[in-house]
């Protein structure tokens, strides 16, 4: 069993910047996958960024060149750098680890960006 803690989340205005948080219970390297999603209200859950076990990343088109996505080996963390925050991106973001045969997920943190 793994537990993801997410962290770092808060109410920042627009232009700001806040650095996510994701610590694993076990270490992150056995994880294929660690992923950062986010639901806004009334929306559907979208994935925001992705880094592989490898160090390779994907992001969405409408945080890219805003957000990094980063990971500690060492510390069983994975962090989402965000920078250019904008109203838009006003959501819970939750972290997800993936196995080949499971997938943990974290209990989410509030975004709140002002305008």
């Known amino acids: 069993q793994v537990q993801l803690v997410e962290s770092g989340g808060g109410l920042v205005q627009a232009g700001g910047s806040l650095r996510l948080s994701c610590a694993s219970s076990?270490?992150?390297?056995?994880?294929?996958?660690m992923e950062w999603y986010r639901q806004a209200p009334g929306k559907q859950r979208e994935l925001v960024a992705e880094i592989s076990s490898g160090g390779s990343t994907n992001y969405a088109d409408s945080v890219k060149g805003r957000f990094t996505i980063s990971r500690d080996n060492a510390k069983n963390t994975v962090y989402l750098q965000m920078n250019s925050l904008k109203p838009e991106d006003t959501a819970v973001y939750s972290c997800?680890?993936?196995?080949?045969?499971?997938?943990?997920w974290g209990q989410g943190t509030q975004v709140t960006v002002s305008s």
């Open positions: 997800m680890g993936r196995t080949v045969f499971r997938t943990y």
């Open positions: 076990r270490s992150i390297s056995s994880l294929n996958v």
